[in-house]
């Protein structure tokens, strides 16, 4: 019976410990790999990523996809930086990027919830937007990187020193207690788990959807306006394949890309993974082409070990009736 | 007036059904009318010989759409074949690159449709995971950098001429005709129709579904990779971000041309004019003056309305 536990905690969590054994091997190779002030560093490089994957995550468990979010993150950086460069007051520049975000969720959310799309049309309309928004953000500036003229203030703080790590902690400790504590988080899940049983008992099912890609578009913005902040810049092309890491963390994590199931802590425990993961590769001498490769199969094989465990425990199930009968 | 009614519904369900496709026709009569450089020769062969590479990969991925699934890793597989071509060229020689380039494509697409078919990952989280992957190995080969051929025999293939019309209509022509052929009139064919109308029923009267997905990603996968080659012909180089857009054009110009993304349904035919609607659309604004990130901006539209409208319309159909 123990052995039979063991293995079941190295099949659910067969990813995370290939990367702990990577953990070791650079950590044994490199002795400044595990200092504090290293891991630090990497909290604050995936802090951006995992803002974007907190509401990627909402948007996965409640039954869609949003790969648009990389383009948000461009277009709501030159938003801002624009906004601040022609001279409007800080807060309200932060605003316009936010604003930017949710109203390109929101249309997410009403094209997706009007036409009931599950996971594969989501994937496609939100592909669609991605190209839109992507081509949006190249407007302003013809393509051109954009610098800031920024005086130290609250929008210069946001991506200065422990603030980004701060932010990203917070809002997913916010987001998990959503999730799990309140009505709206489990009307969520329901949704995720079964759309039509959730509308015939009775949930606003599109209005919750769109809500959904709203939230999802706002985070994306947030990371976009982080991101601006701490090199305080913004270039158009900047979240050109973004929503890959996104989703890399989200799978690696653990949420099930058939909606109805996640969490937001897990993300978060994704996105630090992919981002020593990351850190690791780099000191090994790894070029970030090769990283490419590696993360495309990683969110392959993070898929699919879910799947094969699901095939397998459903073979345990029908063997164990089958001998109970 | 009972007899009317079914009709008006009828006929709503056409025009929506055929809204962009009417659309693209108004426009095209409109740029005949008012722009001379649209309607000469020069522009109807280019035209042809444009939309003819992304048109090699856009019938393959019809088959793949016929079948319910869809494929995003087209667009590296081209890029990544455009590379292995040209580096194959410059070494072994044409022939044997030409080989390689194709059975490598297989090999791409036969791993997307394994673990499609077999282990039954959702085709958008395997062909994204692949999409990057791909690229990410063309670029790690060629380090980023375009790589030239001087290669005596591709340089003669691509400035062969029949008139004014260069090889790869022809090998699209033959595409076509192929696909078309083993769509319609073979039992493998209809399979796949079945696989994508009703994939529980397919199963249940014997049909090898799992084959049938398997084969329609290595399908694409080989198209993908040919149509690579012919670019390569064409511009005699090979060049990681070659195709980005690939797919994106291929799924559009398959749900434009009529073929439902729910699967079981279209044809090759219908595709055929799908791109060449597309890339009538794209060659009149690039001659009204219309920038590269308009163009862009008004791809990303094209895309969302043709799948809004498909998914309307299959949404009426079971009402």
Redesign the interface.
């Known amino acids: 019976m123990n052995q039979k536990k063991v293995i079941d905690i190295v099949r659910n969590n067969g990813i995370i410990l290939v990367i702990l054994l990577l953990i070791i091997i650079t950590s044994i190779i490199e002795r400044n790999f595990l200092t504090f002030n290293n891991l630090l560093n990497v909290l604050r490089q995936v802090s951006v990523v995992g803002i974007v994957a907190c509401g990627m995550t909402y948007c996965i468990i409640g039954g869609a996809?949003d790969l648009s979010v990389g383009s948000v993150v461009s277009l709501s950086g030159v938003i801002t930086i624009l906004s601040i460069n022609a001279g409007t007051n800080e807060y309200m520049a932060i605003l316009y990027g936010l604003l930017a975000g949710v109203a390109i969720g929101i249309v997410n959310g009403i094209?997706i919830s009007?036409?009931?799309?599950r996971?594969?049309?989501a994937?496609?309309?939100t592909?669609?937007?991605?190209?839109?928004?992507?081509?949006?953000a190249?407007?302003p500036s013809?393509?051109l990187f954009i610098s800031g003229r920024i005086s130290p203030g609250f929008f210069k703080s946001m991506g200065q020193g422990v603030m980004p790590i701060v932010i990203f902690l917070c809002l997913a400790a916010f987001m998990e207690f959503v999730l799990v504590k309140t009505k709206y988080g489990r009307k969520m899940v329901f949704i995720g788990s079964n759309l039509h049983v959730a509308k015939m008992s009775g949930i606003n099912v599109k209005f919750n959807r769109i809500t959904f890609f709203a939230i999802s578009g706002l985070l994306a913005s947030l990371g976009g306006i982080v991101l601006c902040s701490r090199v305080t810049s913004s270039n158009p092309t900047v979240g050109l394949?973004f929503e890959?890491d996104v989703?890399a963390a989200v799978?690696v994590g653990g949420t099930q890309?058939?909606g109805g199931k996640g969490s937001v802590l897990r993300t978060v425990m994704g996105a630090v993974i992919i981002g020593i993961m990351g850190n690791a590769l780099n000191i090994l001498g790894i070029?970030a082409?090769?990283?490419?490769?590696v993360?495309?199969?990683?969110?392959?094989v993070a898929?699919?070990m879910d799947?094969?465990n699901k095939q397998i425990k459903l073979r345990e199930m029908a063997h164990d009736t089958v001998f109970a009968g | 007036m009972i007899q009317s009614l079914p009709d008006k519904k009828k006929i709503v369900t056409f025009m929506l059904e055929n809204a962009v496709s009417v659309f693209l026709v108004g426009f095209i009569i409109f740029m005949v009318f008012t722009k001379r450089s649209f309607s000469t020769w020069d522009n109807i062969v280019n035209i042809i010989n444009e939309s003819s590479i992304y048109g090699i990969a856009a019938c393959a991925m019809t088959v793949v759409i016929i079948s319910g699934e869809?494929d995003?890793s087209a667009s590296s597989v081209f890029g990544w074949s455009t590379v292995l071509f040209t580096l194959c060229c410059n070494t072994i020689g044409i022939v044997g690159a030409f080989f390689i380039t194709l059975a490598c494509g297989a090999l791409f697409g036969a791993f997307n449709g394994y673990?499609v078919a077999k282990?039954?990952?959702?085709a958008?989280?395997?062909t994204?995971?692949?999409?990057?992957?791909?690229?990410?190995?063309a670029?790690?080969v060629t380090k980023?950098q375009p790589i030239n051929t001087t290669n005596a025999t591709l340089r003669a293939i691509g400035n062969f001429h029949i008139g004014d019309i260069s090889i790869i209509p022809i090998v699209y022509l033959a595409v076509i005709l192929l696909f078309f052929w083993f769509l319609r009139y073979t039992k493998f064919g209809r399979d796949i129709y079945a696989t994508g109308g009703n994939y529980e029923v397919a199963r249940l009267s014997g049909i090898n579904v799992v084959f049938s997905k398997f084969m329609v990603f290595t399908m694409l996968g080989a198209a993908a990779a040919l149509a690579g080659m012919m670019y390569g012909v064409r511009i005699k180089a090979g060049w990681a971000p070659y195709g980005q857009d690939l797919s994106?054009y291929c799924?559009t110009a398959t749900i434009i041309g009529g073929t439902s993304?729910l699967g079981g349904n279209g044809g090759v035919h219908k595709t055929v004019i799908g791109v060449l609607l597309l890339a009538v659309l794209f060659n009149a604004l690039t001659l009204l003056g219309v920038s590269g990130?308009?163009q862009?901006?008004i791809?990303?539209?094209v895309?969302?309305t043709v799948?809004?409208l498909d998914?309307?319309v299959v949404?009426r159909q079971r009402e």
Do not use: C, W
Request: charge should be positive; avoid cysteine.
């Open positions: 996809f094209l009007s036409i009931d799309g996971t594969g049309e994937f496609i309309v592909y669609g937007m991605q190209v839109v928004v992507a081509a949006i190249l407007f013809n393509g394949n890959m989703i799978v890309l058939s070029t082409y090769h990283q490419q490769i993360k495309g199969l990683l969110i392959i898929v699919g799947i094969l | 869809f995003l673990l282990i039954r990952i959702p958008f989280v395997v994204l995971g692949t999409m990057i992957s791909i690229k990410g190995l670029y790690v980023a994106l799924i993304l990130s308009m862009k901006f791809r990303g539209l895309l969302i799948i809004m998914a309307v949404k």
